[in-house]
């Protein structure tokens, strides 16, 4: 039982106050974790494009003041009652997404959509009693997606937090628990490209680059990769890309540009921009009678996918994906495994690290195009 477990610990959090501000680093108040959660001392968090996002709020509901954070890796500090597959001390990656194991999506082979713990960015407060487990001088600050991990100590419901091999290090294996795992998983998951076929993947960020590793494990035989920003061109072939497009390089749409450079559209195509134009483009752009695209980025609210419905009378198929289709608890930690084994690399996905004290660093290196992932150090 840890010496803090049942009170109140203070400690050091990234709060942001207002929409696109910089984050202030306060000291905020953790309370203990009630029925069905853990608190855990977060070691490291990586920033996500999906932070970002939110943090900005645009084309969001905005919910502030909030911790934001759900890439992370840390030892659970104490649980809360009915835990029995935590224990303070284990090592862990929170989720985002959760995995309760008894609901109709838990016991389905087809789904990783979990009824009770699927992610809700609006959500900002915990499912046991509707309240927030951070606060400042008596007023609550919001959680983001269940995880907050810009801070020291946060708070999560068990079932979204998978234990993991001890021996993991924590600075490399967190940034599977978002990015890595949904790119990788839309590709060898869902897109399921079989050897020799060819891929195209819409945006070259952290998640992108991901799922063109999918492809390139897979045997992908060309890989195209799809981008606004020439500048992550020459890092991409890293990840097995083999040819690139820019759309702005081309007066015609980009999906009739693919279909021309391949004999009428690539086996499968990957979207992780969260663009409704590039939804529809990777979309038109797979080949009619067994082409397949996915959707991966989370697009704003009011968007709406559009295309003719012959698109789909010719035999092109489109899913979406959560989390890579990866189910927290259970696929997790055998992709930690992996890494573990050398099968997985996840170093490459790692451009930047720096101290708790700066995290605003790690948003200026993403909103200037310059990193994949920016590990935080905390405590640093």
């Avoid at 649980?79 to 935590?86: Q, Y």
């Avoid at 998983?185 to 490209?193: E, I």
């Avoid at 930690?336 to 605003?360: A, C, G, R, W």
Wanted: aromatic fraction near 8%; charge should be negative.
């Amino acid at each position: 039982m840890s010496s803090t477990a049942g009170q109140v610990i203070k400690c050091k959090a990234a709060v942001a106050w207002e929409a696109g501000k910089p984050l202030v680093i306060e000291e905020v108040e953790v309370a203990p974790p009630q029925e069905n959660e853990v608190r855990l001392k977060i070691l490291f968090t990586a920033l996500c494009h999906s932070d970002v996002y939110f943090w900005e709020a645009k084309g969001q509901k905005p919910l502030f003041p909030r911790i934001f954070g759900h890439e992370a890796g840390g030892i659970v500090e104490s649980v809360g009652e009915g835990v029995t597959e935590l224990k303070p001390g284990d090592h862990v990656l929170p989720i985002f997404t959760g995995e309760c194991k008894e609901c109709r999506h838990c016991k389905s082979a087809e789904s990783n959509l979990c009824e009770t713990l699927r992610f809700d960015n609006d959500r900002g407060h915990m499912l046991a009693d509707g309240k927030t487990r951070f606060s400042k001088n008596g007023q609550p600050i919001y959680h983001f997606l269940g995880t907050s991990t810009f801070s020291e100590y946060t708070v999560s419901h068990a079932g979204c937090v998978a234990k993991i091999n001890p021996e993991a290090p924590l600075d490399k294996v967190c940034v599977l628990s978002c990015g890595v795992s949904t790119g990788m998983g839309a590709t060898l998951n869902v897109a399921k490209p079989q050897k020799g076929q060819t891929v195209a993947v819409f945006g070259l960020g952290a998640v992108g680059l991901a799922a063109c590793e999918g492809a390139r494990i897979a045997g992908a035989s060309r890989i195209i990769g799809v981008d606004l920003n020439p500048a992550r061109f020459d890092r991409a072939k890293n990840f097995g890309v083999t040819e690139f497009v820019n759309p702005k390089d081309h007066d015609k749409p980009v999906q009739e540009v693919i279909a021309e450079m391949t004999d009428g559209g690539v086996d499968r195509a990957v979207e992780c921009t969260g663009s409704y134009q590039a939804m529809i483009s990777a979309f038109e752009c797979v080949h009619d009678g067994w082409g397949l695209a996915v959707l991966v980025g989370v697009p704003s609210k009011d968007d709406a996918f559009k295309t003719h419905p012959l698109n789909f009378l010719n035999e092109r198929t489109v899913k979406g994906t959560i989390f890579g289709n990866y189910r927290p608890r259970t696929d997790i930690p055998a992709r930690v495994e992996k890494y573990m084994n050398k099968e997985l690399e996840l170093d490459k996905f790692i451009t930047h690290s720096v101290p708790f004290s700066e995290i605003n660093k790690a948003f200026d290196y993403m909103l200037k195009g310059e990193s994949l992932r920016c590990v935080i150090r905390m405590g640093a």
